[in-house]
């Protein structure tokens, strides 16, 4: 039996989260508006620790998705995200959706910065 790493656990985005985040959306791409959707995509990537929350995932469907992940100018997709995002969540901290295992040196980087 294998064992997750916790920022494996922590980045992957759980079927209540899923649910949640497809309601949310209203089953739709959040870019384009197609009902061929799923609610898969980081805002924040995987690969950059980006975690498996609400606040940090959208509903896209294959061709935006694609295009934001591996586009040649995902900008405008990440703008769009993000406006969304911004809209949906009145609190939304784009720094707040990072894995961070050691949240002590969230307070540390705040008091420095």
Known sequence: MSR????????????????????RDGYCCIICGSSNA????????KGQGGLGIAE????MCIHCHHEYDNGKNPEPIKRKFRTYLQACYPDWDESKLY???WGWCDDIQSNNG
Not at 8 to 18: L, V
Not at 38 to 45: C, D, F, V
């Open 56 to 59: 940090n995932v959208g509903t």
């Open 99 to 101: 894995y961070n295992k």
């Open 38 to 45: 799923e609610p898969n995509s980081h805002y924040i990537k």
């Open 4 to 23: 997750k790493h916790s920022m494996t656990k922590a980045c992957e985005i759980s079927a209540a989260t899923r649910a949640k985040v497809a309601e």
